[in-house]
């Protein structure tokens, strides 16, 4: 059994980014770290977005069951989005269990914690929070310490607004100093995470770093070796970048209590190149299943949804062109990396086309459409279409989509219809997309060294309350990987069936919408 536990998440980096930066020298203290522990795979959440697989990584529930399924939700009956909330999670997620058997434990801007609470310790919230203009720590005394300490936190929470696109004659100088500002970000929070260990010493330490997942998104080719044959200079910038990350975990492993510690480096997810940007909308259009608004009273009843999203404070107020919603049997409200698509149902939807009925039908007639698309290089759109039955439990009890759309190699999934191109090529070669398969290493006493154990996120929760002494809540749906310790765990079990956490209206004021708003936008999370 394990006293103590630090937990460095790096979001969204895989291996094929970090293998060659620790052979090529970039990583020294992670290397260090993978030849003396076991490490592998880990298998994200579906949709494999950050929110979702976070609140998954806290909970060992899927997120059809802790019902983040991205930043924003949806509310098929009100035709209405909501940014995510995570106090309907306060009370059954791992921190707090930890908390409540006396631990202490510091969590560190990782997303899905806002707002913050107690956990016997001290909590930032993440960049998925309105930031300084709401409360952003736990206990609330630290906000002004906080302040002290790192003047310039809420960058850290508004990276993008540094981010400056490299374009013109100086277009590699501008991506270093990007780079760097990235690597400063990491220092920032590593400094920041240190000073209030030191002010409230804890027993788990959970250290969130967003960086990663900016320069993935925006520098994607030059965080693999043959980037170095497209741009030298920015491929030396963006290694740089890395080596400062690895600073970073070296750090934090330094610095942090090792007595009878176990310590865990993980994503939340993976990366790939951005290869289409697909109109899901456009497709269902194309197929028959939706129609655009051309007569006066289609337009006009598209036009009364609209006016009361505006009258909600709603920034996006349509999927594109109009829909005729009396003749369009299914459409996709939102994307979260996966695509989400609903059956127009009649007393679900408020302008329901599709009979009861008739809902399995076309629920797979949808599906099979959908499966069916290629992209122009011949590959498919979807690798998969899920059914929603199948996978969220109490399904329309907490409004979750009919399918989920699993992204084919390169797609990046889009809602606006009326594209000029329905399969839109990015030409640039730049832009990273989210991948299902991300990594960890782990590493302590008892732990064999140089071990690959592939994980599924849902098994950590599990696996770490069992290494640290703790009782397994009946309603984690991970197992606990006993093959990653040199002797089987012991396992208690704690009866705690999950029960009805429906998600709550996020309390947030039109401004900070708008500014979370725009954070995820400039990611690429909502268009």
């Known amino acids: 059994m394990y006293e103590r536990l630090l937990v460095l998440q790096l979001d969204s980096v895989p291996w094929s980014v970090l293998g060659p930066l620790m052979a090529e020298g970039a990583m020294p203290r992670l ?14 959440t579906i949709p494999p ?13 899927n997120p059809g069951r802790h019902g983040i399924l991205g930043f924003k939700g949806y509310d098929p009956v009100k035709q209405a989005y909501r940014l995510s909330d995570a106090r309907h999670l306060h009370e059954r997620n791992i921190y707090r269990m930890l908390a409540q058997s006396g631990k202490r434990v510091g969590v560190m ?11 016997n310790g001290f909590m930032l919230s993440g960049f998925d929070g309105p930031g300084l203009s709401a409360p952003f720590a736990f206990p609330s005394e630290l906000e002004p310490e906080i302040r002290k300490l790192c003047p310039e936190h809420e960058l850290n929470y508004n990276f993008h607004r540094i981010w400056n696109r490299p374009l013109g004659p100086d277009a590699d100088a501008i991506f270093a100093s990007n780079l760097a500002r990235a690597a400063e970000q990491v220092r920032r929070v590593t400094q920041l995470t240190l000073d209030l260990v030191k002010l409230r010493p804890v027993d788990t330490l959970i250290a969130y770093y967003q960086a990663p997942d900016v320069v993935l998104h925006k520098a994607w080719p030059f965080c693999l070796p043959s980037g170095a044959a497209r741009s030298p200079a920015r491929r030396a910038a963006t290694v740089a970048f890395w080596s400062e990350v690895d600073t970073a975990c070296g750090r934090l492993l330094d610095e942090f209590p090792s007595e009878n510690r176990l310590e865990l480096v993980i994503s939340d997810h993976g990366h790939q190149l951005a290869k289409y940007a697909v109109s899901v909308n456009d497709l269902l259009q194309q197929a028959g299943l939706l129609t655009f608004a051309r ?15 505006l009258a909600r404070g709603e920034k996006r107020r349509g999927l594109g062109t109009p829909i005729d919603w009396d003749r369009t049997k299914a459409f996709m409200p939102y994307q979260v990396c996966s695509g989400l ?4 149902l009649k007393g679900r939807q408020p302008y329901g086309s599709v009979d009861p009925a008739d809902y399995v039908r076309v629920r797979d007639e949808v599906r099979a459409a959908l499966l069916a698309q290629k992209l122009p290089d011949g590959n498919p759109v979807c690798e998969d279409v899920v059914v929603g039955d199948e996978f969220f439990p109490d399904k329309d009890a907490r409004g979750m989509p009919d399918l989920i759309l699993l992204q084919g190699e390169g797609v990046d999934f889009k809602r606006r219809a009326g594209q000029a191109e329905t399969h839109r090529l990015y030409k640039m070669g730049i832009f990273g997309i989210h991948h299902p398969d ?30 640290l002494g703790e009782a397994v809540p009946s309603f984690m749906e991970g197992v606990v990987r006993h093959e990653c310790f040199d002797a089987p765990l012991e396992v208690r079990t704690r009866d705690w069936p999950w029960g009805e956490t429906a998600p709550v209206e996020a309390g947030y004021t039109p401004e900070q919408q708008a500014e979370i708003e725009a954070r995820l936008e400039d990611l690429g999370y909502l268009d």
């Open 438 to 467: 991300g990594l960890y290493i782990l590493r302590g006493a008892g732990v064999p060294k140089r071990t690959q154990v592939d994980f599924n996120i849902l098994d950590f929760p599990p696996t770490l309350l069992a290494a």
């Open 109 to 119: 801007m990782q997303p899905s914690t806002h707002p913050p609470f107690d956990t």
């Open 31 to 44: 290397k260090a770290l993978y030849e003396q522990g076991c490490s592998g795979t880990l298998r994200s």
């Open 49 to 61: 977005i950050t929110p979702a697989a976070w609140a998954t990584f806290m909970t060992g529930v």
């Open 341 to 344: 698509v609903y059956v127009n």
């Open 295 to 309: 007569s006066m009273g289609s337009l006009a009843k598209d036009a009364v949804r609209r006016v009361g999203a």
